[in-house]
């Protein structure tokens, strides 16, 4: 963010490796679906690798693990079936909010900002997670992977919320722990923020091209305020 821009209106805030550490849930769910079909468990670490492109991809890489991509086209909507069973049956168990989360949409909210939750995770999914976690207030819109044609990395869910909320991609940041989020924001002209604690397909976060890496919700807060002060 840089001198001479407008001031930020806005936040389109990331869910999972973002606000919450979901992959506790994931490796819970996805290895009783692969129970399921007599599969092996796998590792947390491999499944966080797997995490952000939506269930479609995270079960269709699970299945490769083990098999050829004719056999994950034959099993997939059996176990696409078994894992949102399973996920439902546990979401929130076993995930858990990052540090400053909270605190760091007080400060969003406090500085004015509209906030919108955009999540790849289907919103079935989602949006009971954010009510568990005590989330949901905080956002005006949540939009979850398949609430419209295209989801992120395509800029469409953005583009959308700065539609929603009459802003100007210039007066709105992305909030994100992955490619999917820079892309996405770049694609639109939104500004982006990245945290580095998240998951980003197993890949660093310092590879992302990004307005900058914060280290919690909280510090985004702090460094769009600071923006916006000397914003014209």
Do not use: W
Request: glycine share 8%.
């Amino acid at each position: 963010m840089k001198a001479g821009n407008p001031p930020i209106r806005a936040a389109i805030i990331d869910l999972d490796g973002t606000m919450l550490d979901t992959v506790p849930d994931f490796h819970v769910a996805i290895n009783r679906m692969r129970a399921d079909f007599d599969l092996a468990p796998i590792s947390a670490e491999q499944i966080k690798a797997m995490v952000g492109k939506g269930s479609e991809n995270l079960v269709r890489s699970v299945l490769a693990v083990d098999v050829g991509a004719a056999g994950v086209d034959r099993m997939f909507d059996a176990a696409m079936a078994s894992y949102q069973r399973h996920y439902l049956d546990i979401n929130g168990k076993h995930c858990a909010l990052y540090p400053d989360v909270l605190a760091g949409l007080d400060a969003l909210k406090a500085a004015g900002l509209r906030l919108a939750c955009v999540t790849n995770k289907p919103l079935e999914f989602a949006a009971p997670l954010l009510a568990q976690q005590g989330l949901a207030p905080y956002f005006e819109v949540v939009y979850g992977g398949e609430c419209l044609p295209r989801k992120k990395p395509d800029p469409m869910p953005l583009l959308q919320v700065c539609s929603d909320f009459e802003l100007a991609p210039r007066q709105v940041v992305a909030i994100g722990d992955s490619s999917n989020d820079a892309e996405a924001a770049r694609a639109a002209g939104c500004f982006v923020l990245t945290v580095p604690y998240g998951y980003n397909h197993g890949r660093a976060i310092h590879d992302i091209d990004s307005d900058g890496i914060v280290s919690s919700l909280l510090e985004a807060a702090t460094l769009i305020s600071s923006h916006n002060k000397t914003a014209g």
